[in-house]
């Protein structure tokens, strides 16, 4: 089978990239830039533009006249069709349609307290970029020319998790990962554990109850294929869990990041919240870059919850083969400690790896927390003015913890946050979501002044960034009707009933006990 | 949905890899991951003050 296509396209669309870097390179943009309010984007609008629009060139030529003959070459190099496609779709939505989207969102003014509309129905560009390639594979069929890389975009997910263990710093991993571990454990055993007893009660095959399990309860598509072996499921059996996977993870992709705003949860909540309640990997990063696009906070809590998840996912595996094998005489004698091993998902490796060498501080300072590291020296135009202060002293009284309390008049006194430790007890503060909006925006604008960002850790962002933007329009575009629809009848129900109880009952313990920052 | 898709979507698209991925295996995929973040490492490492 060939699958380069003899085609135009990735050739036109490389023009395109390049011929829009160069009209932003040179100004001729400013206009549009300046309405779209999108100038910090110039320096990534014209890199990227330059950069894959000239690959996009070369190897469209490659692919347009080019003789191709079934190989390698030919497996691999037809790929760059597809990821040049998502990432058209990606740059597109990203640059310019959810900033058009918030300008005119805007300009209706604040509709619930001081969020604009695009805000509380989350559309931004992940959010923009997932519907785009939900239209795309439903409504026009993907490109066959970029049919072959568009299954590249669970790579660049993977690809973006590993890379996020080089933003954790130790203490974070630690206080977050005792937190994750006591709910995610508490949540993935339960869920697990209803789904096998309601798939009893209403005499669902063993293999469908063991498969649909591992999906409603670890980590969705990637457990569900990771159990379907041990539980000996059918095709089928896999495809009505993935589909209900799909149904209910888009379902709360959507209406996680709104309930979030309607309940102002803080980013270590709604993190909390997304990583343990939403059933797919893909579908948590969505939602948690659904509620706070313009920054990671929320990415980062809710993807150590879904890591935390997914590290649970041997355990099921060796339960559900315990499990299954009590109850199928003709099954085959399973190793459980080679089950383990071959379940064990290599990217959360990846992902601790990362941590470990971020943690050494080749990427940044020793004392980096978040990539950013602590150095109050600051010029006098970056102490916190008097109006601040004014403010600030206005609000004292809402605090009532003692630490807060006497971090907020070491910043009162001083005008600038005294210590890191003083730094990560305001940021607290912030996220605890007691205070006024300006005095919020001021303790973060204190927190700014002292924090600084190692220019390799910003990088990593940047890379994670555009990674999971490419992974999730690519995620779009796997997402079909027909695949929704095989949700239907039994399975429907019992997912419906596990996925509404854990986003509930998850949400009650978020907002019970959760409320300290990262 | 057109008939043209359901059709294309009945037919087996690719003779390597899945529907979702075009590795052998979800091993496979983890282990380009990790080598396409390795590499990334390096160049951030190397490339950015």
Known sequence: MVYTQKHPALFLIGVSMVTIGTLAHFGLMDGLINYLAIKKMMGEITTLSYLFGSIAIVVGLWHWFGKHKEGHLDYYLST????????????????????????????????????????????????????????????????????????????????????????????????????????????????????????????????????????????????????????????????????????????????FPIIGNLLNMGYVQFGAWAGTGILNSAQVAGAALAYQPDGIETLKVAEIFNITRVLILPIIVVWLAIWYVEREENAPGVNLFRVAFQKFPIFVIGFLLMFALSSTGIFSPANHYKGKYFDNTIPAEKLLNPEAIATLKNEQPKVQEKARQAALARLIENRKVMSIEDDDILRGLVNANRLTKSANTILKKAHKAVRHTAHKIQKFRDFITWLFAFGLVGLGMQITFSSIKQAGGQPLIIGGVVGTLKAVLSLIVVMLFVHESI | MSEETKNTQDKPKFNRGSALTIFKSDRHEDLMALVFSLLIALGVYFFVD
């Open chain 1, 80 to 255: 760059i069709a597809g990821v040049i496609f998502i990432l058209a779709i990606a740059m597109g939505v990203r640059w310019f349609l959810a900033p058009f989207i918030a300008v005119l969102s805007k300009s209706m003014g604040p509709i619930m307290g001081a969020k604009y509309l695009h805000e509380i129905l989350g559309l931004n560009y992940i959010v923009l970029g997932i519907l785009i390639g939900i239209l795309i594979v439903n409504f026009f069929k993907v490109p066959t020319w970029a049919e072959n890389g568009v299954r590249l975009s669970r790579l660049g997910l993977k690809t973006g998790v590993i890379l996020l263990g080089t933003l954790y710093s130790l203490a974070e991993l630690q206080q977050l990962g005792s937190l994750s571990i006591v709910m995610v454990g508490f949540f993935v055993l339960g869920s697990v554990g209803i789904v096998l007893w309601m798939s009893a009660r209403r005499n669902l095959p063993n293999s469908m109850a063991g498969v649909l399990s591992a999906g409603m309860g670890v980590c969705g598509v990637s457990a569900t294929i990771a159990a379907a072996p041990v539980v000996q499921a059918k095709s089928v059996e896999i495809a009505y869990t993935i589909g209900t996977i799909l149904l209910w993870g888009v379902g709360c992709m959507f209406l």
